[in-house]
């Protein structure tokens, strides 16, 4: 996995990022999919990767207010917090999600004022000297 990514990986970031302003994926400017991918993308795709396994859980901690919900696997003697404590360990397992779908929301308005600051002064040789346009 290391030498995937020393050898592909970060080269194709690195020369992605350096020339961004020479690519329209999709038709859409490379720094606009850039800034959206990063502030927009990746924390939705968090949030989903995260939200499959922890909405579940806290959604049945809450439902049978307590933590770990009725019928939930555990691989040790675990204490089961009732009242208030199930309810908080519960909830937090709902935040970590919800939180990341929040700084998404969040992102696109960061994403959209650094689409207006964009200098006009870049280098468009690179993209001219470089084999793959």
Request: proline share 8%; hydrophobic share 45%; net charge positive.
């Amino acid at each position: 996995m290391l030498i995937i990514n020393e050898k592909w990986y970060l080269p194709f970031i690195n020369w992605y990022v350096s020339t961004v302003h020479c690519h329209t994926p999709f038709g859409y400017s490379g720094i606009s999919v850039m800034w959206y991918s990063i502030f927009v993308g990746l924390p939705l795709f968090g949030a989903f990767i995260i939200g499959v396994f922890s909405i579940p859980i806290g959604c049945k901690g809450l439902m049978h207010k307590q933590f770990p919900p009725k019928g939930m696997k555990v691989y040790k003697p675990t204490k089961i917090l009732r009242g208030w404590r199930g309810n908080v360990k519960s909830i937090f397992f709902l935040l970590i999600p919800i939180s990341l779908i929040l700084f998404s929301v969040w992102g696109y308005f960061q994403a959209t004022d650094l689409l207006q600051k964009v200098p006009n002064d870049f280098d468009y040789s690179v993209c001219e000297n470089h084999p793959l346009y």
